[in-house]
């Protein structure tokens, strides 16, 4: 079972940036990839980011067309830190932004269907 913590959230201007951390811990053998995900009030949580972790293709990365050239998704070298840096923020990102672990394959899809363990989320605010 693998633990995640979220933490790096919180309000900025339009324009501005955020780095989100996420701490990982207990066992992740067999996870395909890490991710992030965010959902808004009233509507389905959505892919932002994957990087591939297991041994084919480690450190690939996928992104939701919305964030291309403005967020980036890394590892810390520690391997035990998700990062998600964001960049040139817009109001239509804020959210919650939850961090996972993928036991189900299929990264480049960001589905929600294929991640297993998820963090408790944090807040993300984006105000005009």
């Known amino acids: 079972h693998v633990q995640l913590v979220e933490s790096g959230g919180g309000s900025v201007q339009a324009g501005g940036s955020l780095r989100l951390s996420c701490e990982v811990s207990?066992?992740?053998?067999?996870?395909?990839?890490m991710g992030w995900f965010r959902q808004a009030p009233a509507k389905e949580r959505e892919g932002v980011a994957t990087?591939?972790?297991?041994?084919?293709?480690?450190?690939?990365?996928y992104y939701a067309d919305s964030v291309k050239g403005r967020f980036t998704i890394s590892r810390g070298i520690s391997r035990n830190i998700l990062y998600l840096q964001m960049n040139n923020l817009k109001p239509e990102d804020t959210a919650i932004y939850y961090c996972?672990?993928?036991?189900?394959?299929?990264?480049?899809?960001?589905?929600?269907?294929?991640?297993?363990?998820w963090g408790q989320g944090t807040q993300v605010t984006v105000s005009s």
């Open positions: 207990g066992n992740t053998y067999g996870t395909y990839c």
């Open positions: 996972a672990a993928n036991t189900g394959g299929y990264c480049y899809l960001l589905k929600a269907l294929y991640f297993g363990s």
């Open positions: 990087i591939s972790t297991g041994t084919s293709d480690p450190g690939r990365t």
